[in-house]
T-cell receptor, first 113, second 117 residues
Framework: GNSVTQMEGPVTLSEEAFLTINCTYTATGYPSLFWYVQYPGEGLQLLLKATKADDKGSNKGFEATYRKETTSFHLEKGSVQVSDSAVYFCALRRRNYGQNFVFGPGTRLSVLP | EAQVTQNPRYLITVTGKKLTVTCSQNMNHEYMSWYRQDPGLGLRQIYYSMNVEVTDKGDVPEGYKVSRKEKRNFPLILESPSPNQTSLYFC????????????????FGPGTRLTVL
């Protein structure tokens, strides 16, 4: 079946450190891939997305590249800020299934000043 | 302001007492969806609706009902809640449920935290 696996959290970093959150997926066909961010007490917000192999999504200094050969979509940021503290969800959307998303379990990031 | 609203935001109830969580969007979106969020499991889709009077089951529909009589509203109904339905619930909407387009982003509501005793 379709599934998304993320690295276990929580992840704690100092400000300006480099961030990587690993995400791998299992899916039939060629899904679209997403990263969502959830700030405390809020709903999810779309951070970035990629719809085909080798696409790179980017937003607010975050990047992720759709790697079909390794079925991965790792999230990276070169220099994190305290305001990046949140829970990050990797997700896929199955083709021809509308907006039927499959989410990973989420990774909590804490950035210390 | 474009938004998805949910009510109530917090609810504590007892086993078997019927409840409804409302969801409304003001963006004229065709597609709406309900998710539950549980620790270690991420978000799992309960039901979705491609348009008025068109609903379908997601991955975890058991124990839930939905209706879509109007475009803007998509209530989630628990006819006989049980403790395993204690969770954080999110409603979401998007322009439509099919097209890969830059503006077809899924917007989430603020969440409803439900506790069933």
């Amino acid at each position: 079946g379709n599934s998304v696996t993320q690295m276990e959290g929580p992840v704690t970093l100092s400000e300006e450190a480099f961030l990587t959150i690993n995400c791998t997926y299992t899916a039939t066909g060629y899904p679209s891939l997403f990263w969502y961010v959830q700030y405390p007490g809020e709903g999810l917000q779309l951070l970035l997305k990629a719809t085909k192999a080798d696409d790179k999504g980017s937003n607010k200094g975050f990047e992720a590249t759709y790697r079909k050969e390794t079925t991965s979509f790792h999230l990276e940021k070169g220099s994190v800020q305290v305001s990046d503290s949140a829970v990050y969800f990797c997700a896929l959307r199955r083709r021809n299934y509308g907006q039927n998303f499959v989410f990973g379990p989420g990774t909590r990031l804490s950035v210390l000043p | 302001e474009a938004q998805v609203t949910q009510n109530p935001r917090y609810l504590i109830t007892v086993t078997g007492k019927k409840l409804t969580v409302t969801c409304s969007q003001n963006m004229n979106h065709e597609y709406m969806s309900w998710y539950r969020q549980d620790p270690g499991l991420g978000l799992r889709q309960i039901y979705y609706s491609m348009n008025v009077e068109v609903t379908d089951k997601g991955d975890v529909p058991e124990g839930y009902k939905v209706s879509r009589k109007e475009k803007r509203n998509f209530p989630l109904i628990l006819e006989s809640p049980s403790p395993n339905q204690t969770s954080l619930y999110f409603c979401a909407s998007s322009l439509d449920g099919v097209r890969e387009r830059r503006d077809n982003e899924q917007f989430f509501g603020p969440g409803t935290r439900l506790t069933v005793l």
